[in-house]
């Protein structure tokens, strides 16, 4: 069993940055694939990052590549998701999940654990 907790989401102004964290609580954190999704208003939850366990494999959307970096921290229980070059189109809940297996997938359905979401708001 995994907890989840997001932190770091907040208001700020298109073209700036914001850096998520996940905290996670469970002894197999260090083999489970981390995952970052969100879901904007009126829109359904998409992939944003994803991260293998080990952090040897990672994988982004098209709308986070070049500007946001995943990364995961095994030693301290901890998932990261720096987001530079906000747009306004980036505002949404931002959520991150975790996989009982290593391998990153980009689809909500293949993770089994699930933080509370943090709100991300982009002005422009």
């Known amino acids: 069993q995994v907890q989840l907790v997001e932190s770091g989401g907040g208001l700020v102004q298109a073209g700036g940055s914001l850096r998520l964290s996940c905290a996670a609580s469970?002894?197999?954190?260090?083999?489970?694939?981390l995952g970052w999704f969100r879901q904007g208003p009126g829109k359904e939850r998409e992939f944003v990052a994803g991260?293998?366990?080990?952090?040897?494999?990672?994988s982004y959307a098209d709308s986070a590549k070049g500007r946001f970096t995943i990364s995961k921290h095994n030693a301290n229980n901890t998932g990261d998701l720096q987001m530079n070059n906000l747009k306004s189109e980036d505002t949404a809940v931002y959520y991150c999940?975790?996989?009982?297996?290593?391998?990153?997938?980009?689809?909500?359905?293949?993770?089994?654990?699930w933080g509370q979401g943090t709100q991300v708001t982009v002005s422009s």
């Open positions: 991260i293998s366990s080990g952090g040897g494999s990672i």
């Open positions: 469970g002894r197999t954190f260090s083999m489970s694939a």
């Open positions: 999940a975790a996989k009982k297996s290593g391998v990153v997938r980009a689809y909500a359905e293949a993770y089994d654990y």
